[in-house]
């Protein structure tokens, strides 16, 4: 059994604890980081300044895989078993969905407004996942 974890800034230790009860599975947690914000900057610094050694875009790609790797060693120690971990950068929702593709459990949060049951609960991200999992999904309530 492989279960991914969707591994989320705010959320993630609700979905490791949620995934501790499948003991004995396989466990993948997974981080995305968004291209559009490091895309931005690419693009903006190119197109005032030309191509350069200075471009901030670099730096952001950086620093977002600096914070992924510190993230999925915390949720890797919280989870406290061996694991894999894998960080992508795209689109969330989609790179989600595909890497939960062929998964036998997808653990993921609610991430809206988790004042309220209902639609709401699920910000936009989250919502494509549920509706496009090809995997049984454990949509899990933050503490």
């Known amino acids: 059994m492989t279960v991914v974890v969707w591994i989320a800034d705010d959320t993630w230790q609700d979905c490791v604890d949620a995934a501790r009860g499948y003991e004995g599975s396989d466990f993948l947690l997974l981080h995305v ?56 950068v795209g689109r969330v929702e989609h790179e989600v969905v595909a890497a939960a593709e062929g998964a036998s459990l997808l653990v993921l949060c609610r991430d809206g407004d988790v004042s309220h049951a209902g639609p709401r609960s699920l910000g936009p991200a989250t919502r494509f996942v549920v509706d496009h999992a090809t995997c049984p999904v454990l949509l899990v309530w933050p503490s």
Do not use: I
Request: aromatic share 4%.
């Open 33 to 88: 980081s968004d291209h559009d914000v490091p895309g931005a900057a690419h693009g903006a610094f190119a197109g005032l300044f030309g191509r350069s050694s200075l471009d901030p875009g670099t730096r952001m790609d950086d620093l977002a895989a600096d914070h992924s790797t510190r993230l999925l060693a915390a949720a890797a120690e919280r989870l406290g078993v061996p694991c894999e971990t894998r960080t992508r």
